[in-house]
């Protein structure tokens, strides 16, 4: 009896604690919103100061218009330097961020770690984006990610006080690069050893082969030169070209003949934020970090020159907002209507570029004064209504246009002729491109 | 228990084992399960898609005709001859003056002043090197003029930007490799300087025929180390010149880097390792063998 009484009170104190467990248990339930927290990398914070902070704040106002889920993004600022070191090693264990700021060709091309967009963000993204940042975000026909800026292709930026104490009208730039060497003639400074202290044009000598590449490409284009055919899968006949073979023998001769160009002094961004170079060429965000960085130059900014074409508007950095494919269904599901929300707000779009000061990847808000009145404004929009360069967004693009920077390097250096570099660099390409057939 | 019963040197064994369980485990999960990938990767090609498979000799065939490869090679021996060179040769200049300090206070003080730039990060240490070596502001050109002298290009020329970079692995080195031969020509007796007196040597000949032949073996540790260290060089190279000018500073783990995270070439990357790691080991038993019997007992 005493057995039965007490396993009596042994099973109504289990059914007891079964039941407040539930129970508090699903008021719990139904009383909690989903948590979804995003790691978001970016190695564009040294860039502006604002832009990429804006998604944490955004995160913000999302939660306030989706109170079904505490959604909230964490900003990982990555230095640029070695971020793809970074970014490989967290993907290569399956532990890649949530948005990252990458190029979607490597990253969903050669890596696959990208989330196709879904369909009627990719539609709407086709709507409102302005027709220079398309390709950005895109890889094989697919749209992955968010372009970052409208104005990412190269423009001219020359310093109006130097223009002016050599002699040359401002507001009268160079229209062809046979113009703009005789506008670095003059611009050019030199001390009593003939070094230069003055750059009339700040070629970039410094840093990756890849950048080294990216800054060169105006020219080649500009002579009517390709790098490469992706469908042919080869660089040899197009990188070296007779057209291309000119491009480079007039990009090396800046440094080797026309003395206008210094691989001393200090790379372009730094030099013309000195004061020490007449021309550099650059993107449309570089005019906020100026106006941050170097308050006191006066500049301008104006579409780049032509030679037998225009130089066109391109890039071999198309950075984009990509979301990782290694995160967790809800996260993704949460991630993409967060961005639905974002493209879907004209004002949200258009508060993180007024804010930031950046051209925007947008037509339905390019028109706001903030943008117009940039110094950026006129040149981009003459040259977004001009030509369009060759691109090459393919999933090597890492490793050809080391090996094209390395070419145009060594032309700088005189380690051998233009035709002779671009013809042992057409070569390596090829054997590259080869594994892609 | 009993000593001397098995069951008590099972105890001792199992005991020994678990003490150095931690430092097994370290060294399988660091060293030789990354290792033995490495082999395995330097035997497989990347495919498009981030795979590996299987490709026999064929990426040592690629790392092997490839021009940069080769280059980054003959400029890491360049480099490591001449920091090596520097570092050794100044080592043993410092440690010798400093072993004749009379005050062992001042001797310390002075010791610390040489191993302080030790304990600097090599990525700090390339970017005060960058500045200090910099063309137009870099106080090494300033004080080359104060004394009459050109100024120097540093990091910014093909010809000099070796031996630059030599100067600031010497500048991070040398303070740990007096603190080895510093030790080594304390440990050695008085009793030897004195009785070469006695038979009449004095000055250079008591350094040659004494104080160097004893301090060999802290000679060839040092060595060892400054070689393994200067052939893995990497942080100084990626934080100032990044391989330039025009890859006339590329270093074999720059090209492994590059390879292995910027273009994604882990077979090119693994083969690389592979050669390093083999190169070292290959100098390590030379060394060895070469001061093998070469402990002189006076």
């Given at each position: ?14 059914v ?10 699903g008021?719990?339930?139904v ?16 860039n502006?100061?604002y ?9 913000v106002?999302?939660n306030s218009?989706?109170p ?6 964490n900003?990982?600022?990555v ?16 532990k ?8 979607t ?6 890596f ?33 990610g ?34 703009m ?11 009593s050893?003939g ?9 970039r ?17 500009a ?5 490469l ?14 057209e ?8 090396a001769?800046?440094?080797?003949t ?10 372009p ?9 007449g021309?550099?060429f650059?993107e ?21 020159p032509?030679?037998?074409?225009e ?13 990782g ?6 996260d ?11 493209i ?10 007024v ?10 808000i ?20 001009g ?11 890492h490793?050809?246009l ?13 380690k051998?002729?233009p ?15 080869a594994?892609?057939? | ?5 098995t069951?008590?040197?099972r105890?001792l ?8 369980l ?14 033995i ?14 795979e ?40 043993l ?23 302080l ?9 390339g ?10 502001f870099g106080?090494?050109?300033q ?6 002298l ?36 304390q ?18 000949k008591?350094?040659?025929f ?19 260290f ?19 500073s ?13 273009f ?15 190169v ?7 060394q060895?063998?070469?001061l ?6 006076l």
């Amino acid at each position: 009896m005493r057995q039965k009484i007490k396993w009596g009170v042994v099973l109504v104190l289990f059914v007891l604690a079964g039941g407040l467990t539930f129970a508090g248990g699903g008021q719990e339930a139904v009383a909690a919103a989903e948590t979804v927290a995003i790691d978001f990398w970016t190695h564009w914070c040294s860039n502006n100061e604002y832009f990429e902070p804006f998604w944490v704040d955004a995160a913000v106002q999302f939660n306030s218009v989706h109170p079904e889920v505490k959604f909230s993004i964490n900003l990982n600022c990555v230095p640029y330097e070695g971020y793809e070191a970074k970014y490989s090693s967290a993907f290569d264990v399956k532990k890649g961020p949530g948005l990252y700021t990458g190029m979607t060709h490597v990253w969903a091309g050669q890596f696959g770690v990208a989330d196709p967009m879904p369909k009627d963000i990719a539609d709407k993204m086709d709507e409102v984006l302005i027709g220079s940042a398309a390709p950005f975000g895109m890889y094989n026909g697919v749209r992955y990610g968010l372009p970052l800026e409208g104005g990412n292709f190269m423009m001219m930026y020359i310093n109006v006080g130097l223009f002016k104490e050599a002699g040359l009208d401002p507001n009268k730039p160079p229209k062809t690069y046979t113009e703009m060497l005789e506008y670095a003639k003059k611009l050019t400074k030199y001390d009593s050893g003939g070094k230069i202290t003055q750059a009339g044009y700040a070629i970039r000598y410094k840093g990756h082969p890849f950048g080294i590449a990216d800054k060169s490409a105006p020219f080649y284009h500009a002579w009517g030169a390709e790098w490469l055919s992706w469908d042919e899968k080869k660089a040899s006949g197009y990188l070296n070209s007779p057209e291309a073979v000119d491009a480079l023998a007039y990009y090396a001769g800046l440094v080797q003949t026309a003395k206008v160009s210094s691989v001393d002094i200090d790379n372009p961004a730094g030099l013309f934020g000195q004061g020490l170079a007449g021309i550099m060429f650059r993107e449309s965000w570089y005019e906020a970090w100026l106006l941050a960085n170097a308050p006191d130059i006066d500049f301008k900014i104006y579409p780049l020159p032509s030679q037998k074409m225009e130089s066109g508007y391109t890039n071999n950095f198309p950075w984009a907002y990509n979301v990782g494919n290694q995160i967790s269904d809800t996260d993704k599901k949460w991630l993409w209507e967060m961005i639905r929300w974002y493209i879907n707000s004209q004002d949200v779009r258009k508060e993180h570029y007024v804010k930031s000061v950046m051209l925007p990847a947008y037509n339905d808000i390019i028109d706001d004064p903030t943008f117009t009145n940039m110094k950026v404004f006129d040149a981009w929009k003459t040259m977004v209504a001009g030509r369009a360069a060759p691109t090459y967004y393919i999933p090597p693009a890492h490793e050809v246009l080391t090996i094209i920077g390395q070419a145009t390097l060594d032309a700088m250096y005189a380690k051998g002729t233009p035709k002779a570099v671009l013809d042992k660099a057409a070569k390596d390409i090829d054997v590259i491109l080869a594994k892609y057939k | 228990m009993k000593l001397g019963s098995t069951s008590y040197s099972r105890k001792l064994t199992l005991t020994g084992v678990f003490f150095i369980l931690p430092v097994f485990l370290y060294f399988i999960v660091l060293y030789w399960y990354p290792l033995i990938s490495a082999f395995v990767m330097s035997f497989q090609e990347t495919i498009p898609g981030l795979e590996l498979q299987f490709a026999g000799l064929k990426t040592y065939r690629e790392v092997l005709a490839d021009e940069d490869f080769w280059r980054s090679l003959v400029n890491t021996m360049l480099f490591a001859v001449q920091a090596v060179a520097a570092d050794v040769l100044l080592a043993l200049i410092i440690s010798i003056a400093l072993y004749n300090v009379p005050s062992a206070s001042f001797r310390n003080v002075l010791t610390l002043l040489f191993v302080l730039p030790t304990l600097v990060s090599l990525a700090a240490a390339g970017f005060i090197w960058e500045w200090l070596f910099h063309p137009r502001f870099g106080l090494a050109n300033q004080l080359l003029g104060l004394v009459g002298l050109p100024s120097l290009k540093f990091l910014q020329d093909e010809n000099q930007v070796i031996s630059s970079l030599a100067v600031i692995n010497v500048w991070v080195r040398v303070g740990f490799s007096v603190l080895i031969l510093l030790a080594g020509l304390q440990s050695i007796p008085d009793t030897y300087f004195d009785a070469a007196k006695v038979d009449g040597a004095k000055g250079l000949k008591l350094y040659w025929f004494i104080t160097l032949p004893l301090l060999l073996p802290h000679l060839g540790a040092v060595l060892l180390l400054e070689v393994i260290f200067a052939v893995k060089i990497f942080d100084i190279v990626y934080v100032t010149t990044q391989g330039g000018p025009a890859g006339a500073s590329d270093m074999l783990m720059l090209y492994l880097y590059n390879n292995a995270f910027r273009f994604y070439r882990i077979d090119k990357a693994a083969v690389t390792a592979v050669f390093i790691f083999l190169v070292l080991l290959a100098f390590g038993i030379l060394q060895r063998r070469l001061l093998a019997g070469r402990r002189y007992e006076l």
